[in-house]
């Protein structure tokens, strides 16, 4: 991960997969463009070459998508805004979520940052030293009910500065948590590697597995804000199909499909 930089181009990335022994695929690489997200669930409609693997890249994002209704907001070459395309089957749609976290936390372990404390706050942000490095949307296509498939948005925060604005406690970019500098087309070829692993891995209890031995806060006493209100209990499990498993005050367990945890 500590190559010269470059910009992030057609050139730079397929000669960024070729060396790293990744196969090369249809992609689609954008100076600006309004989502990625969008562009990809656009191209899964053509339905030309929009293979599972394949993907979209932009340097910035000018109407980025974040989770539960929010927008997501980066600045030329400051991160790296991706979508990976899929088309799994509707019972793995649990598992997309799960796989793009691990990947990128993957990546960012395998690469420079073993000394770093990474890992993954449910349900799939990625936190370094617990601040957040990362975050994912799929977004499902359907054909009425059939599943045409999935775009998986993928945000890195590479070196974006966060200082004087309200995330300046609890975000990070990659650059200063490593101390090094990053090539993105380089970052993207390694992200798309563990990508590819776990994608064919998807329908594995070694997926659930280690997404759920990467999660930082089980065990811990959280609060978790969701769409009737905010709860607080102990994490106490994950369930295959991601939900969380809140153990209340009063010894109930509630189960939890959408919304932020916070410690304490
Ligand atoms: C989150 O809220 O944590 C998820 C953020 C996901 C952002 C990525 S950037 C690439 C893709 N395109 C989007 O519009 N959003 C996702």
């Not at 695929?25 to 990625?36: I, M, V």
């Not at 925060?157 to 609890?170: P, S, W, Y």
Request: charged letters at 20%.
């Amino acid at each position: 991960m500590d190559a010269a930089q470059t910009d992030l181009t057609e050139a730079t990335i397929s000669a960024a997969l070729a060396d790293r022994g990744v196969a090369l695929r249809p992609f689609r690489c954008l100076n600006e463009t309004q989502s990625t997200n969008d562009d990809a669930l656009s191209w899964l409609a053509e339905a030309t070459d929009a293979v599972d693997g394949a993907f979209v890249v932009a340097d910035l994002q000018t109407k980025g998508r974040g989770r539960l209704g929010r927008t997501w907001v980066t600045t030329p070459g400051g991160a790296l805004t991706l979508t990976y395309l899929m088309r799994p089957q509707v019972e793995q749609l649990a598992r997309v979520g799960m796989l793009g976290a691990l990947s990128v936390c993957e990546t960012i372990r395998h690469g420079a940052g073993a000394h770093v404390r990474c890992g993954i706050k449910w349900p799939n942000d990625v936190q370094i030293n617990g601040r957040k490095v990362c975050g994912v949307l799929p977004e499902a296509a359907w054909d009425g009910s059939r599943l045409r498939g999935v775009a998986l948005g993928i945000g890195l925060n590479v070196r974006l500065d966060f200082a004087g604005t309200a995330q300046e406690q609890t975000a990070v970019s990659l650059e200063p948590a490593l101390g090094l500098p990053i090539d993105r087309a380089d970052l993207l070829a390694r992200l798309i590697e563990r990508l590819d692993y776990w994608r064919a891995q998807i329908a594995s209890t070694d997926l659930f597995d280690t997404w759920r031995a990467h999660l930082n806060m089980i065990g811990e006493r959280v609060s978790v804000s969701e769409a009737a209100g905010v709860v607080n209990g102990v994490a106490e499990a994950v369930e295959p199909s991601g939900a969380l498993l809140l153990r209340l005050d009063d010894g109930s367990v509630q189960r939890v499909i959408a919304g932020d945890i916070a410690l304490g």
